[in-house]
């Protein structure tokens, strides 16, 4: 059974810094052939993405984040990891990541209008000013 679970998450004041982790397990192909994402979505707001990393390991950011978060992934403990930095309080939302796959070839996680994969329950990031 497929799992992805975040963590890291919490509330911190306006400039802190956190990361975000998002462990998967119950993948049936290696960690390395899936495209994965970071989306978040706050009270009454659509959710968006924030990041994303391909096959390829090439990293994509929304206009909102870029310079300030970085995404990664560490193929050898199947691991997604989000660093945030210079959090603002606009950045306050539940973190979603996210997992595809396309068989054999090239993946990369579109950061708007994306709703396939799959996703993590969420975890909760609250910036105050």
């Known amino acids: 059974q497929v799992q992805l679970m975040e963590s890291g998450g919490g509330p911190v004041q306006a400039g802190a810094s956190l990361r975000l982790s998002c462990t998967v397990s119950?993948?049936?192909?290696?960690?390395?052939?899936?495209?994965m994402g970071w989306f978040r979505q706050a009270p009454g707001k659509e959710r968006e993405g924030v990041a994303s990393?391909?096959?390829?390991?090439?990293?994509g950011y929304a206009d909102s984040v870029r310079g300030r978060f970085t995404v990664s992934k560490d193929n050898a403990k199947n691991i997604l990891y989000l660093q945030m930095n210079n959090l603002k309080p606009e950045d306050t939302a539940t973190y979603y990541c996210?997992?595809?796959?396309?068989?054999?070839?090239?993946?990369?996680?579109?950061?708007?209008?994306?709703?396939?994969?799959?996703w993590g329950q969420g975890t909760q990031v609250t910036v105050s000013s």
């Open positions: 990393i391909d096959t390829d390991g090439s990293p």
């Open positions: 996210v997992a595809d796959r396309v068989n054999g070839g090239y993946c990369d996680i579109p950061l708007m209008g994306y709703k396939s994969g799959d």
């Open positions: 119950g993948f049936p192909y290696k960690f390395d052939t899936y495209c």
